[in-house]
C-alpha cells in the first residue's frame, strides 16, 4: 500500500507531463515548420522518412534554458509572429552553383625526390552542382580536402587553383561570388566583447544598410535569434557563449541578409547530437525556402544524415566517391560488395569506408570511376537544361554587379568605430594593465628622478629620464596592438570575406577607435613623471612634452599593426620589440648622433627615437632656457640649454621634430595596410 501510491502518483504527474511535453513539442513544431514552409514540403524525398519538426523537437533532451530578460522592444513580439518577420528578409534569387574540374595541389618539402619538392594532390580535379533549394554534405575523413574544396567554391582560396564555378550556368569571378555566398567557418573569428544582441544589431546594420528601417531590422533581429535559439542570450558576451552557441551566432550573423548562397564549414561540430539535429533541420528548412546551402559535417547521427538532400563524400586525395541522394548510398556501395552492416550508421560506414582504415582493400577507383561518370552526365544534362535559366542568371550577375556594401560608408565607419571602441572599453584585462603600468611606471620614475629637471647639475640624469621616457611610451603603445590586433585581424578575414565592409574604411575605422587610449595612457604617464622630476612648470613646455609622447606612442601603435598584421601573436610580440631595438641605439643618447660613423648615420635619421629623444628634449631645455644652478661651476657645467643641444646633436628645431613623428607615423599606418591588404590578398 505504502509503496503502490507514490508510485500511482509518479505515473499520472508524468504521463501529464508528457502530455504536456507533447503539446508543447507540437507547438514549437508548428512555429518552425511555418517559418519556412509546409510539412508536405519537407517529405520531398519518397525514398527517405521525412524528417518533420516534430522529430527534431522530439529528440532533444536538452532542458531550455530559463530566459533572460529580453530586450524590451524585442519581448513584445510574440513568436507566432516569426512566419511574417521573415518575409521582412531582402528577396534573393535561386542560384545553382557548379564547379568544374576543380583542382589543388601543394609541393611539400622533401629531400628524397629530385628537385626536393614533393607534390600532393588535395583535390583532384573534381566536379559537381550543389542545386538551388537544397542541402548538400560533404562527408570524408579528416584531410580529405572538405575546407579547401569549400575555401575554393566560396572564393576564400584563389591561388593555385584549378578549374571553374559557374552560378546559374555562367562563370563569375570570386568577387561576385562574395556578394552573393556567405561562408561560415570551422573556427569561429568572433569578437569576444560584445553581446549577441550588439553584434546582431552591428551585423544588421552593416548588412541590411539602409534597405530596412530600423523596426525592421530588430524584427528580422528577433526572427532570426528565436530561430536559433539565441534569445537567452541576447546579453550574454561573445566570449561567455558555449561553442555550440558561438557557432549558431555565426550563422544568425550571416542570415540577416538573407544569403542566397551558405557555405558552412562543420556547422555542428562540439555540438551535443540534439542540437546537431536542430541545425541541420534548420539548414534543410532554410534551404527549401530557396536558398543554396552546402556544409560539411563529421560522422552526422543517422537520422541527421537522412535529412540532407544530397551526399558528396570525398576520400583521401580529394576525389569523390559518391555524390547523390543519401538513401541511394547503401545501394551504392552494395553493388560493390560493400552493404553496410546491419544496425550501423551509414555515416559511420561511409567514414569507415573512405577512410580506408577498416577497408583496405576497398577499390576506391571503381567508386571515383562510377561517381565521375554519374557526375558528367548530370552535368551534361543541367548544360542542356540550362538554356532556359539563362535569362535568370543574366539577371542575378547583373544585380550582383550593381551592388556593393550594403551600408554607406558613413554607416560602415560609424558601425565599426563603434564596435572597436566598446571592444576596447570591454577589453578590462589590456585597460587595467595599461592604467596600472602608467601609473607605476609614472611613479617610481618620478620618485627616482625626483626634481632632477629644475637643477642643472642632474641635467645627464634628467637626459636619461628623458631617453627612458621616450623608450616607455614606445613599447607601451606597440604591445598592446600587439596583443589585440592578430585577433581583430582574424575577425576582420572572415567578415570581409563575407562582404560586410570595405577595408579602407575598417582600418580608418580602427584607427580612429584606438586613438583615445593612445592619447590617454601616454598623457597619464608623461603627466605624473614630469611633474614629480620637476621639469620646468610652463604650460606650453608640458604640452609640447606630452605631445611628443603621445605622438611616439602613435608611432609605435603603427609598428604594431603591422607586425600584429603580418605574424601570429607569438611571433608578433617577440620579433617587434626586437626589431625596435636598433632605432633605441640609434635614438642620440646612448651615442651622440654626431659621433655616428658615417656609414649607420643614416640610422640615426631615420630613427624615430631620435626625433622623440630631441622633440622632448627641446621640449623642457630648448627656447632658450636659463638654467638654475644652486651650487655654481664647476659642479654645474651647464648653465644654459643649447649647450646641451650641441653636446647631443640635437640640431633639428621642435616643429621639425613633430612634423617627422607626425610623417613617420603616416609612412607607418600606410604600410600597415599595405600588409594586412596583402595579408588578406596572399591568404587566398
Ligand atoms: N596550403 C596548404 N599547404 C599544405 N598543405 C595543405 C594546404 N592546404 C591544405 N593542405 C592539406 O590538405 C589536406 C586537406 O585539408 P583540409 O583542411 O581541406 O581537410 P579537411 O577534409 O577539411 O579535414 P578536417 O575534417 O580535419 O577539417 C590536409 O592534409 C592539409 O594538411
Ligand atoms: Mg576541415
Not at 566560396?154 to 591561388?159: M, N, T, V
Not at 592604467?435 to 636619461?464: C, H, P, R
Not at 646612448?590 to 622632448?616: C, Q, T
Request: hydrophobic share 40%.
Amino acid at each position: 500500500m505504502f509503496k503502490s501510491k507514490p508510485v500511482l502518483k509518479i505515473t499520472g504527474k508524468s504521463k501529464r507531463k508528457a502530455k504536456k511535453r507533447k503539446r508543447r513539442m507540437e507547438k514549437e513544431a508548428k512555429a518552425v515548420n511555418g517559418i519556412f514552409r509546409s510539412s508536405k514540403e519537407l517529405a520531398s524525398h519518397e525514398s527517405v522518412k521525412p524528417v518533420s519538426a516534430v522529430d527534431v523537437l522530439s529528440a532533444q533532451v536538452v532542458k531550455p534554458r530559463k530566459a533572460a530578460k529580453p530586450e524590451k522592444d524585442l519581448s513584445s513580439l510574440r513568436l507566432k509572429e516569426k512566419k511574417d518577420l521573415l518575409k521582412d528578409l531582402p528577396a534573393r534569387p535561386e542560384v545553382t552553383i557548379t564547379f568544374m574540374d576543380m583542382g589543388f595541389d601543394v609541393y611539400k618539402c622533401n629531400l628524397k625526390v629530385a628537385g626536393g619538392r614533393e607534390k600532393q594532390t588535395i583535390l583532384d580535379n573534381v566536379s559537381g552542382v550543389f542545386g538551388s533549394k537544397q542541402l548538400t554534405g560533404i562527408m570524408g575523413p579528416s584531410g580529405a580536402g572538405k575546407s579547401t574544396l569549400l575555401n575554393i567554391i566560396s572564393g576564400c582560396r584563389e591561388s593555385n587553383v584549378r578549374g571553374k564555378v559557374l552560378l546559374n550556368g555562367q562563370q563569375v569571378n570570386t568577387a561576385l561570388l562574395r556578394k552573393t555566398a556567405c561562408y561560415i567557418m570551422q573556427e569561429d573569428e568572433l569578437m569576444p566583447f560584445l553581446s549577441v544582441d550588439e553584434y546582431m544589431a552591428m551585423s544588421a546594420k552593416l548588412k541590411l544598410g539602409s534597405s530596412a528601417d530600423g523596426e525592421k531590422k530588430k524584427r528580422i533581429i528577433h526572427a532570426i535569434l528565436s530561430i536559433l535559439r539565441l534569445e537567452d542570450c541576447l546579453d550574454t558576451r561573445v566570449h561567455n557563449l558555449s561553442g555550440g552557441e558561438k557557432k549558431r551566432l555565426a550563422i544568425a550573423l550571416e542570415l540577416v541578409s538573407n544569403p542566397a548562397i551558405i557555405f558552412l564549414d562543420e556547422p555542428t561540430s562540439g555540438l551535443d547530437s540534439a542540437n546537431c539535429t536542430y541545425v541541420v533541420a534548420l539548414l534543410k528548412n532554410l534551404a527549401s525556402s530557396g536558398r543554396t546551402i552546402v556544409c560539411t559535417i563529421h560522422q552526422p547521427p543517422e537520422r541527421v544524415f537522412f535529412m540532407f538532400d544530397k551526399m558528396m563524400v570525398l576520400a583521401k586525395g580529394g576525389r569523390f566517391i559518391f555524390s547523390d541522394h543519401p538513401s541511394k548510398m547503401i545501394g551504392f556501395f552494395k553493388k560493390f560488395g560493400y552493404p553496410c552492416p546491419s544496425g550501423h550508421n551509414p555515416a559511420d560506414f561511409i567514414a569507415e569506408l573512405a577512410g580506408e582504415s577498416s577497408w583496405k582493400d576497398a577499390p576506391i577507383d571503381d567508386f571515383v570511376k562510377v561517381t565521375k561518370a554519374k557526375i558528367k552526365m548530370k552535368l551534361e544534362q543541367k548544360q542542356k537544361a540550362g538554356s532556359s535559366a539563362r535569362e535568370d542568371s543574366a539577371r542575378l550577375i547583373k544585380a550582383m554587379r550593381t551592388t556593393g556594401y550594403a551600408a554607406s560608408y558613413l554607416t560602415q565607419f560609424r558601425v565599426l568605430s563603434v564596435r572597436t571602441f566598446k571592444a576596447s572599453l570591454r577589453d578590462y584585462a589590456t585597460l587595467q594593465l595599461r592604467f596600472y603600468g602608467a601609473i607605476f611606471v609614472g611613479l617610481l620614475m618620478g620618485g627616482t628622478f625626483w626634481q632632477v629637471g629644475s637643477n642643472s647639475e642632474k641635467m645627464l640624469d634628467n637626459m636619461g629620464l628623458i631617453f627612458f621616457c621616450v623608450m616607455f611610451n614606445g613599447f607601451a603603445g606597440m604591445l598592446p596592438t600587439l596583443l589585440t590586433f592578430p585577433t581583430e585581424m582574424n575577425v576582420f578575414r572572415r567578415e570581409h570575406l563575407n562582404y560586410w565592409y570595405s577595408m579602407k574604411l575598417y582600418y580608418l575605422a580602427t584607427t580612429i577607435a584606438f586613438l583615445p587610449a593612445q592619447v590617454f595612457f601616454p598623457a597619464l604617464y608623461t603627466t605624473i613623471v614630469y611633474f614629480m622630476s620637476g621639469q620646468p612648470y610652463e604650460a606650453n613646455r608640458f604640452f609640447m612634452h606630452t605631445l611628443i609622447m603621445v605622438l611616439v606612442g602613435l608611432l609605435t601603435e603603427s609598428y604594431g599593426l603591422i607586425f600584429g598584421s603580418a605574424l601570429a601573436p607569438q611571433s608578433a610580440v617577440y620579433i617587434a620589440p626586437i626589431s625596435m631595438t636598433p632605432f633605441v641605439v640609434y635614438g642620440g643618447f646612448l651615442i651622440s648622433i654626431k659621433n655616428l660613423p658615417d656609414w649607420f648615420r643614416w640610422m640615426g635619421h631615420v630613427s624615430f627615437f631620435r626625433y622623440g629623444v630631441e622633440g622632448a628634449v627641446k621640449s623642457v631645455y630648448g627656447f632658450e632656457r636659463n638654467l638654475t644652478c644652486p651650487y655654481g661651476f664647476p659642479r654645474c657645467v651647464i648653465t644654459h640649454s643649447s649647450l646641451i643641444e650641441t653636446m647631443y646633436g640635437l640640431d633639428l628645431p621642435y616643429e621639425t621634430d613633430v612634423a617627422v613623428l607626425i610623417g613617420l607615423m603616416l609612412i607607418a599606418r600606410s604600410s600597415a595596410f599595405f600588409v594586412m591588404w596583402t595579408k588578406v590578398k596572399t591568404s587566398r
